[in-house]
T-cell receptor, first 115, second 115 residues
């Protein structure tokens, strides 16, 4: 399996622009997680989905952030408008509930820089 | 609420020395515990996991961890550090009942290996 795929790997944008981050989970996995990692705040869970349905979005920092999962093989995290404080590495992870072990598999991340 | 505490945000050892990274969890139900490693500019990779079987768990790259219920600990060890072990290490917890597939991560421990 190719693992969790994220695109783009790097994104540089100007303040006020819309940013869309993409994630393809491991085939067959039914949970998908979006995290944000910064030096100041560490690793934060933003939102997670089960069978394409958002379960908990309490970690989404503001209304400027939104996430969708239109099907089992694709999810997006959108920031509109972007701000410099959104600069971070964003990770997507997936897991399989049927495995019974709850381990999550992480993608390589998208490094976002907002200038 | 579930939580993990990693003691020491930075640990430095000499090459060949014992590595000990500490993790304590808070739980009122049996936990599932994980150690992840993050190399620079990469996503998190699973090192090992405890899922209520053997209390001594062996993982990749010579690492192991022991689940001690009486101490609510899950410390990570490696007998002899190698330069390639330099990375950030995260402890994480979830629960078999009600935890879903959501993991709660610690704040991470940066391991430095010196010659």
């Amino acid at each position: 399996d190719a693992g969790v795929i994220q695109s783009p790997r790097h994104e540089v944008t100007e303040m006020g622009q819309e940013v869309t981050l993409r994630c393809k989970p491991i085939s067959g996995h039914d949970y998908l997680f979006w995290y944000r990692q910064t030096m100041m705040r560490g690793l934060e869970l933003l939102i997670y989905f089960n069978n394409n349905v958002p379960i908990d979005d309490s970690g989404m920092p503001e209304d400027r952030f939104s996430a969708k999962m239109p099907n089992a093989s694709f999810s997006t995290l959108k920031i509109q408008p972007s701000e410099p404080r959104d600069s971070a590495v964003y990770f997507c992870a997936s897991s399989l509930s049927a495995s019974g072990s709850y381990e999550q598999y992480f993608g390589p991340g998208t490094r976002l820089t907002v200038t | 609420a579930q939580s993990v505490t990693q003691l020491g945000s930075h640990v430095s050892v000499s090459e060949g020395a014992l590595v000990l990274l500490r993790c304590n969890y808070s739980s009122s139900v049996p936990p599932y515990l994980f150690w992840y490693v993050q190399y620079p500019n990469q996503g998190l990779q699973l090192l090992l996991k405890y899922t209520s079987a053997a209390t001594l768990v062996k993982g990749i790259n010579g690492f192991e961890a022991e689940f001690k219920k009486s101490e609510t600990s899950f410390h990570l060890t490696k007998p002899s550090a190698h330069m390639s072990d330099a990375a950030e290490y995260f402890c994480a917890v979830t629960f078999s009942t009600g935890g879903g597939n959501k993991l709660t991560f610690g704040t991470g421990t940066q391991l430095k290996v010196e010659l």
